[in-house]
């Protein structure tokens, strides 16, 4: 019974099958092949405006490749304290523009705000002796497993676009959002002033593809030079396309996502007030007692204790796939 | 019927297989499954020494990555004229070494020998206003459809060691040229001096596996972040681990590229000696007739011209999967 | 009546005098000159320890080189919120590094301990999924004017080695914090664990050269050819080495220091308890009252407000050259 | 007798005198004091354009900061084969473009023609698997002593506009070209379609100020930020703009290159038939004979060997300073 984290889970019937469908030669490697071609149309589709879509095999690539279309080698990114581009990929940001800078504002529940970020940057100088703001790079769902809504991602939105920066979106559990939320994938993406989206499927059922989703399209021809530069345009990229088209033509994005936010919000019922966050997509963080995290283990239970050591916190996420027995095991454990 | 290029074949039943197989979740991403915890010993057990394995996503970020964890950014690597790191992958190098410089060596029929490199360096110097030569990157099968014999490797290796350089070898076809020369796996990487070898599955009937195949233990470390940092640490990388095992266990790369080889030499022979290099690999390189390319093409033949513009020079690549018709009709209207 | 900054001051005559001599054609450009040739010895007379100088045109350059040479891109750099590397200077770190990210430390009045640095790098992990730390950067004399003990910084210098860290040192001041503490130059470099000194002029009587001053041998190679590829090695570089030999030999850099030093003392004595932190070097950090600002400007006085907006708080710098009556005017002010 | 290079002559009295001139305290630092003020009004006035201008401490940083700010990381610069920045500036361009290729051409007499690159970059693409030219950087006075005549060079330009491409000129020896053609200074810059010239002093009287002259306003932006990040903003910054103006202000920079220029022309008078380019600025390549080097240096003349060892070929560079006497033993020797 593992609830460490929805990125190791098994990919989706529906994934495995579009791989094994795409698996007869084609004639052209790369994006050259119908299965790729048909990819930003049935993007366009669901997101309801004109999009450019970049398959890459991690999230890492696809967040760190879109920040460093959107600024310069002296240039700074907003982010909040945990977001994973600061905490768990290497400084990948760093290297993929050249040295630029992520600018940490702290925000309550994993989100950030106007006022929050315009707090942070009182000191922050625009003449040449500091690095320049250019993007805010923001998370959906948050890395608290909270969901921003329409309006506020809006806001901040509306509030980059005031400094002349680009947004970008992590969206490594974008689906969870949409699934909580109810609404239009582009409410909380393209409508919101989101420039290019990092759009996850790995751990929502998929198997190696992300998909970095333009909808400015003046960053579309710098993107993909420097994606091919990354090494992140393999020859047979039919089997990410494949993947990707699986994931939302018919839904299965949403499905799978929205099993995961229900084993959630089981879990989150059973352990009441001591829940540290709105649950709102597949991530419960909770206060544990003292011996608790200890039992929990003892009966079979898989999970990272949070925050800092001692704490007693513990995270606990739910896969698309995560076993109704599972789930109800934890639960029962943390209600009793 | 499509020469075009090995690199959007099928994937070959043991990769597929493979894929399914490794689907069900794991307890740990990243590295952590049991499926990566076999590559080293599994990789070792193929080329007669311990080394440690990195699956990567593309040729391109395996020799990059290579690269980079060899030479500082004031470093420079030597390489044909005609490598693949120079000539299609969008200045990866570049990239990834933070500005290192390729030294580009002229070599008849895609290979290079040390009294070439020699000669092409004697403009070079030492001092701090140039570049600094700290690695040789090799290309086994070649360009040109050529390999390098065991001793020419062994003689290139010790060349490099004498100048302090490591060496890198870009395995794109690596089975290729196993297959070829009948040899032991080592004696044209470890065994010749090669620290770094780019082992490739892709073009052989894998579907997104390539392997950094790492002999020099003190580059490990680093090579690993830089890994993660590049954006290639996939979290469900048992699936890249389970290609490399389904193609190296049970010998599946040496009879896939036995047969694209075996190809390779019926187009040949009927090209009779209008064959430009020696063909060693699964790549024919013919000097065509006048008309003779739109006689092809319009028997249904798809394959790249080469060369200079209007050279008459063809390239026909075969593939593991390629049709034993398909190269027979190719083989006939050659000869014809 | 200007205390704006040590930096616009002028050269003093031992440095003006310097450079004339220094005019006539010499044989050789770069560091091939016998006044570049005297550069190691005479800065080895000064630490009591072999070291390697490499003069550079701006205090960021030297940094930043200083830096680049001791962390891989992937690496991580642990210094005080308040320091130059991090405020000022552009993200020269992230330039030379390749990507290399700031760990950013609190700590009462400029200055770090071993303890803040521990608590601050709790979360911090080894794993591949963050940067690694590789590196302490510390100024002294401190941006908030304090000088580090000869203990404190070994203090620093020893945690720093226990975590396999190298020692860098921002010494735009170092000349201030020497003449504070009156103790031998290399106890508050060398002999505490520094592997390279930012040793700084320009703020305090020099014209255009900072050295960098290299006590790891093991460092120097790969910063020479970092040098020249920054463009910080100019053909006449012994107007560079001329500058910093007129600063340590006759003990130039000392008497200049002591005498902004004092100045800053008069000012410090004159604001009381009003000064922020304790004043070892030649800034003054002071409380103004309500209407103060406006009070002295009006009298001719130019400064910095400092901290956050409205905070009332001032920085004074006097540099060796500012006049006595221009400090005696302002500290009647403050006084008054 | 030296003619090593003009790279570590003496600085002229103008520029002496002007660095004496500017020692006095200034309020503000940076760019910030009233005789940077002057610069860009300065050079508009000499080159009959508008333009902003950007001290720096070396050719080096000159060139590789304007390649920064024309070319992507995934471009590729054109250049001459024997281009300073290839050969002898420790690969800068690929430091400071974050990883840009140069494409080397080669051209007789060290000029590039349209055709000579047009033929050059027939193999190469415009697809994402190769590196995007973005530039074109020439040399005047080229590497081999000869100048591009003003129609030459817009010819180049043109071609350079014509494929969407920015053009830089290294203008180390610019004001020999200038005194050698008698033309208006924006005849061989701006008005031949030069984006941004590194205007050089060093070589040419100066001590340490090279001057980076931005034609394009669009470049300057970014330009501002690179310098500074590139430590190469020095805090004294009066000091380079007061070179800059002794040097232009009064035509010091014509008068001593056309010094130069005219030793140069003494030297091959005298050199005859054995002289291998024109000579138009102040570098003559003599072809010697047998036994010749040898006389010569056992004559006390200093002087580089040049070209693939034992050619025979030698490099005499006349500094503005060279002495006449020098340069008449020199010319009776190669006349002897």
């Not at 490697?29 to 366009?44: E, V």
């Not at 998370?139 to 002349?164: C, F, I, S």
């Not at 998929?206 to 400015?216: D, M, P, R, T, Y």
């Not at 021809?221 to 090494?231: E, I, Q, T, V, Y």
Request: charged fraction near 15%.
């Amino acid at each position: 019974m593992t609830f460490y984290s929805d990125n190791a889970a098994a990919p989706c019937p529906e994934v495995l099958a579009a791989i094994a469908a795409a698996a007869p030669a084609t004639v052209s490697g790369y994006d050259g092949d119908p299965i790729s071609a048909r990819l930003d149309a049935a993007f366009a589709e669901v997101f309801g405006q004109a999009c450019t879509v970049l398959p890459v095999g991690t999230g890492t690539a696809a967040n760190a490749l879109a920040l460093a279309t959107m600024v310069p080698p002296y240039g700074a990114i907003v982010c909040h304290q945990d977001a994973h581009i600061q905490v768990d990929e290497c400084g990948a940001p760093g290297f993929f523009t050249g040295g630029a800078a992520l600018m940490l504002v702290p925000g309550a529940a994993g989100k950030l705000t106007p006022e929050g970020i315009a707090t942070a940057l009182l000191p922050h100088r625009g003449d040449v002796h500091q690095v320049q703001v250019r993007a805010l790079s923001l998370t959906q769902a948050t890395e608290a497993g909270t969901v921003y809504t329409p309006a506020e991602l809006a806001a901040l939105g509306d509030h980059a676009r005031a400094q002349g920066w680009r947004v970008h979106l992590d969206g490594a559990r974008f689906a969870n959002a949409v699934a909580h939320l109810g609404c239009h994938p582009g409410d909380i993406s393209c409508r919101a002033g989101v420039d290019i989206l990092s759009f996850g499927t790995i751990k929502n059922g998929g198997l190696s593809a992300e998909a970095i989703v333009v909808f400015g399209p003046d960053l579309v021809a710098d993107l993909k030079f420097r994606r091919k530069r990354a090494g992140q345009m393999p020859s047979k990229g039919r089997f990410q396309a494949a993947q990707l088209l699986a994931m939302i033509e018919g839904g299965t994005w949403l499905r799978n996502a929205a099993r995961a936010n229900a084993g959630a919000q089981a879990i989150a019922a059973a352990a009441g007030d001591r829940v540290m966050h709105p649950v709102e997509a597949n991530e419960v963080f909770v206060q544990l007692r003292p011996g608790e995290p200890e039992r929990l283990r003892a009966a079979g239970l898989g999970f990272y204790d949070w925050g800092a050591a001692g704490s007693g916190e513990a995270r606990f996420v739910v896969a698309w796939d995560t076993p109704d027995a599972d789930i109800a095991a934890l639960a029962a454990l943390l209600a009793g």
